[in-house]
């Protein structure tokens, strides 16, 4: 089976994919469709039968509240109570009624009642009334019947005084129609609870209607059971199966021919379809052993919106990022044989730095006190402490690309950075504008040396990109807790295409620049969270802007 795999093309495997995960499951799910008809036509009788016996059973309960409410009258109607209190009769009378109660039972309706026999609390019977002279009360009666005997009590103390014992017409309780619930052929029967004997006529064994189901006549018989205890009761509804499971049957056949139909339509609607799919991977497949051949300016043609159409734009701009990302690495690997470079010469710079430091501190000792030297003196060990704090600072920026941020006023790392710049503006004969930021200090999170390295950056870049007369200058906005400083220049701007890669290492316009300017003023910002945003009009000027957390004011103690 896996040889057949290999050997087939990916439209062959499409196909196999298709045949083996929609028309075979829709041919079993077809069989099992057809092997449920009998377990679904089971399902629906028995959900029918469970509904009839719900109405039988109502219908039964309602019937023998009203019959029984109707007996309860009678037995507590004065003419009964008067019988039942009356002296004991005679031993010789005791089983002759002793009082004519037949009009006033006549008068409570009691219309199923075919036998009433009213006894006091001795077993005397006091009263006797059936439908007719022949009937016979008990299991030979003729008449279908179901035997209830009921406490009579004196209506004052409440003391038991006698019992009657009634039989029931089971006609009178039971519903007329012979189908119930619409189950054809289906079939009520009623049995005592205690010896399951049959109150009514059955054509059938009854000892079938114990059980759940049972075939009879070569048919397949379904059965529900209800057990009432007002009255007692026990009440079994069967149907047959057949009429039922026909119809499910013949829908399962039409249901399986449709399925093959389907499934065949399906399968070859697949074979045409799956033709210009795989037409556009085979392309994709071609494109891939290209790009693994090296050649990176391979593009597949995308037309229309479905997901093959979007992998071979995927691939496309794979293939571009791929390219996008091998150009970076080649800037990096120089960037980084740069940083090892200017490592090496930060070392080479703080050695002679140290030197110059300890031969100035000499000369400041052997100095007289009064001397007009001690000021340059001072102002040279100032410059010399600043290089060495820039280069340490660069070397950490560089190496782990985070600083030691503590509270700074931004207006010291500006002004330096703008003294430094100076010259670089002279040069071009462009003007740097006075700060912009108002009155007070600027106090912020950073790195004083860093921030001076990175806003001279942005400064020589304005200087060089001004012509002569041209203006550029820094300004301070405060929105809430950030400080927001801009750098400004009204020079020859950015060029749309130049835009996207500013801060990549190496990239330049300037046939002496080095391209590192922005790229190591971005990585200075990153290291303090944020970072630089440029905004540029050829011909008109560039604005580049970074935001600073304010630092908290220490309390007032």
Known sequence: MSDLRRGLSLRGKFLLIVLGGAVLPLGLFGLWLTGTAERSAEALLRTRLDSSMGRVVDRVGSRWISERSRLLDFCESPSVQGELREEEPTPGAADRPTGDLSPVFATSRTRGVTYADLRDVSGATRWTWSTDSSYV???????????????????????????????????????????????????????????????????????????????????????????????????????????????????????????????????????????PVTRTLKRLAQAAEDVSRGDLDIRVEASGSDEVSRVARAFNAMTESLRRTLRQLSQREALASVGEFAASLAHEVRNPLTSIRLDLQRVEEALPPDSDARDLLARALGQVERVDRSVTGALRVARSGNIESRPVDLRQPLSAASHEAAPSFEASGGTLEPLQAGAGPLRVLGNSDALEQLFLNLLLNAAESLDRGGQAGVSVERHDRVLRISVWDTGRGISPDDMPHVFDAFHTTKPQGTGLGLAIAQRIAAAHGSELKIASTPGEGTTVTRDLKLAEEPEQT
């Open 137 to 275: 009360a008990g299991p030979g009666s003729s008449v279908p019947s179901l035997p209830v005997q009921l406490d009579v009590f004196e209506n004052i103390s409440g003391e038991l005084i006698g019992t009657l014992e009634a039989h029931l017409s089971l006609r009178s309780l039971l519903p007329e129609s012979t189908v119930q619930g619409g189950v054809t052929g289906s079939l009520l029967a009623v049995f005592e609870p205690g010896t399951g004997a049959p109150l009514l006529p059955l054509s059938i064994d009854p000892e079938l209607l114990q059980r759940e189901r049972f075939v009879w006549a070569e048919e397949p018989w379904l059965v529900v059971r209800q057990t009432l205890h007002e009255p007692r009761v026990q009440l079994a509804l069967a149907a047959p199966l057949n009429p039922f499971l026909e119809p499910f049957e013949n829908a399962a056949r039409r249901n399986l021919i449709l399925l093959v139909i389907v499934a065949v339509g399906g399968l070859s609607l697949a074979t045409l379809l799956s033709w």
